[in-house]
């Protein structure tokens, strides 16, 4: 009798294997793998590099090929917004740590705002008429002037390959304006 309950038991188990494995194998030739989509790929910026050996004090700012000289009291800084390598933005900071004379510049390059006729327009509709000149920045023209409001600033705007750069003085005073004219004048691109 246990012996034949345990051959009983032998063909319960290996009947099972046999429902398992054909029921496992039946389901995967019936789902069928699904294809994977392709991935929408998206090119990332070219980042330049410097084409020149840089100056003493001199920072290269990439994507858009500026170089900057940082006067040696001041400091400088960079911030780079990107999503998966591609580049939304690039700030970058001259300041100097005086309580008494604060000063800071501080440049935008947009690589994703697309520039239209209007910008130039637009950005002079922010900015006091009395203050608004003609500039050139590195070879590039554009405009300056007194933003007032809730960010009071100097402003200058260009445009470069199709893409606005801005360069914001803070706070406005008349000193600090001398500054950032005497830093943009040494602005370069490559």
């Known amino acids: 009798m ?5 051959l009983v038991f032998i063909a319960v188990i290996i009947g ?10 039946g389901n995967s030739k019936q789902v069928a793998s699904p294809t994977p989509l392709e991935a929408v790929k998206t090119t990332p910026d070219p980042i330049l590099s410097p084409t020149r050996a840089l100056k ?23 911030e780079v917004a990107d999503n998966d390598g591609i580049i939304h933005s690039v700030g970058f900071y001259i300041e100097n740590s005086s309580k008494d004379n604060p000063y800071m510049l501080y440049g935008l390059y947009e690589a994703k705002t697309v520039v239209t006729d209007q910008t130039m327009t637009s950005a002079k509709k922010d900015m006091v008429p009395s203050t608004i000149k003609d500039i050139t920045i590195g070879g590039y023209k ?16 260009i445009v470069k390959d199709g893409k606005k750069i801005t360069f914001s003085t803070i706070p406005p005073t008349e000193a600090n304006k001398v500054i ?3 830093l943009l004048s040494t602005f370069s691109f490559q």
């Open 142 to 157: 554009g405009v300056e002037g007194l933003i007032t409001g809730d960010k009071t600033r100097y402003m200058a705007v």
């Open 56 to 78: 003493p004090n001199e920072e290269f700012i990439s994507p858009f090929g500026l170089y900057v000289i940082v006067p040696q009291d001041m400091t400088f800084r960079k």
């Open 16 to 25: 099972l294997g046999f429902i398992i494995k054909n029921f496992s194998n």
């Open 180 to 182: 950032t004219d005497q």
């Open 2 to 6: 246990k012996l034949k309950t345990l």
